[in-house]
């Protein structure tokens, strides 16, 4: 199990096949202002990747923008919408299909309103990953050894909880609206980036 640094993109070929985790860091919250700084992509085999773009990057990554526009790979994420949008806007591309653990959260574990991914893997898996880092400085000429534990610790467990949400999803009869809400999330973050965040276009008012 090793964390892999890399600038600007990724090496070609270090992903096994199959279904990839991926997480971003950013300036911060608001995408088109606070620009992509880390994404984290794990193929779940043990080893995490971290491309670190620099400032005024012209975000030209044709390795990591094949494996994240690849139909054939399907992408894990712990709140998808947050980090489609971000993909969208600064590498140009549509990160999907698509699978979200928030929302699998939300539609199976309606015991509880805890559905933070530090939560999840510890209720699901018994592991504790801190969160310390979350609003951290992702855009300092360095990151600490503490950020790229934190920022490689949310891709470690996707994968695991991505099969555990599987079986409670099929359990609760509810596989199917989950695909459907995991269908929608590349629409959902392009209404984020075209400035319906706040509103929610469902409802009557
Ligand atoms: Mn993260």
Not at 83 to 97: F, K, Q, S
Not at 120 to 145: C, F, M, R, T, Y
């Amino acid at each position: 199990m090793a964390v892999h640094f890399h600038e600007e993109d990724l090496p070609a070929g270090v992903l096994a096949p199959g279904a990839i985790a991926v997480d971003t860091e950013t300036m911060g919250l608001v995408t088109p202002r606070d620009r992509l700084c880390l994404v984290q992509i794990s193929d779940g085999q043990g080893d995490e990747h971290l491309v670190r773009f620099a400032p005024g990057s012209r975000f030209d990554a044709p390795n990591l923008k094949a494996v994240l526009a690849d139909p054939a790979r399907l992408k894990l994420y712990h709140f998808a919408r947050f980090d489609l949008a971000a993909i969208e806007h600064y590498l140009g591309v549509t990160a999907a299909p698509v699978f979200c653990t928030k929302i699998a959260s939300k539609l199976t574990r309606t015991y509880t309103d805890r559905h933070g991914l530090k939560n999840l893997v510890n209720e699901l898996l018994g592991e504790d990953i801190s969160k310390q880092q979350q609003s951290s400085d992702w855009g300092a000429p360095v990151l600490s050894e503490a950020q790229r534990d934190y920022a490689a610790s949310d891709v470690r467990f996707l994968h695991r909880l991505v099969a555990i949400f599987e079986a409670r999803l099929a359990r609760e009869g509810r596989t199917a609206v989950a695909q459907a809400c995991f269908d929608f999330l590349p629409t959902r973050a392009r209404l984020d980036l075209a400035g319906w965040a706040d509103q929610d276009i469902f409802t009557h008012d």
